[in-house]
């Protein structure tokens, strides 16, 4: 496609319910970037991905978060039992370059804000 | 260490003035220093970006100053346009050696651009 597409671009979920957020890059990009940005900060790294291995999960902020790009392509961010502090814009960006000790360019989606009532 | 540090918060300019944003990091292996744009309701979208081997970018209204000894790099919006409106993020990434990179962002700047 054009650009890195995210789905769905809004999520109502009630405390404790699970979500998943779905990532497609752009085709062709091997790295993959799921970030979450708070109401007025910057985006915040949760993991990345270089086709389908999961390379760094530093980021993610307790075990009921969870990501995974078994094809090395789409990618599914997943929230378990979500808590209010969770609710955010999460974003997805992709990335062509991999196997560089050289950072690269990074295209973002729209990003799927949650909101945990 | 992997902080960068993003000033000012938000910034009002008269259209056809200079905006001025300003960002600090502190660790040295930092390999690529991007600008993002966000308008509400979209995912941020590259800019301009440097490599510390330089010390100034120019891609139409908008620079990149550069200063690897102080650790600062700053974006310059030219002739700053209503348009121009939107919340600005530099960033800082490091590369991996087993591939990939890893990018820290600034807190935002949020700049209007006054008609």
């Known amino acids: 496609g054009a650009g890195v597409s995210q789905s769905p671009r809004y999520k109502v979920a009630k405390r404790g319910q699970d979500v998943a957020l779905r990532c497609d890059p752009i085709?062709?990009?091997?790295?993959l970037f799921w970030y979450q940005q708070a109401l007025g900060q910057g985006p915040e790294f949760l993991t990345y991905?270089?086709?389908?291995?999961?390379?760094?999960k530093s980021g993610l902020p307790s075990d009921r978060f969870f990501a995974e790009r078994p094809e090395g392509s789409v990618s599914t961010l997943k929230i378990q039992r979500t808590q209010q502090e969770d609710s955010a814009v999460y974003l997805c960006?992709?990335?062509?370059?991999?196997?560089?000790?050289?950072?690269?360019?990074?295209?973002f989606g729209p990003g799927t804000r949650l909101t945990v009532l | 260490q992997q902080q960068v540090k993003q000033s000012p918060q938000s910034l009002i300019v008269q259209k056809g003035g200079i905006s001025i944003i300003n960002c600090a990091y502190e660790n040295t292996a930092f390999d690529y220093f991007p600008w993002y744009q966000q308008f509400p309701g979209k995912g941020p979208a590259l800019l301009i970006a440097?490599?510390?081997?330089?010390s100034e970018k120019k891609e139409g209204r908008f620079t990149i100053s550069f200063n690897k000894s102080a650790k600062q790099f700053s974006l310059h919006i030219m002739d700053s346009q209503p348009g121009d409106s939107a919340t600005y993020f530099c960033a800082a990434s490091q590369g991996r050696k087993g591939g990939g990179f890893k990018t820290i962002f600034g807190a935002g700047t949020r700049l209007f651009v006054k008609a």
């Open positions: 085709s062709g990009h091997v790295s």
């Open positions: 960006a992709s990335s062509y370059k991999a196997g560089s000790v050289l950072s690269d360019t990074q295209y």
């Open positions: 440097i490599r510390p081997d330089v």
């Open positions: 991905f270089q086709n389908e291995a999961q390379l760094d």
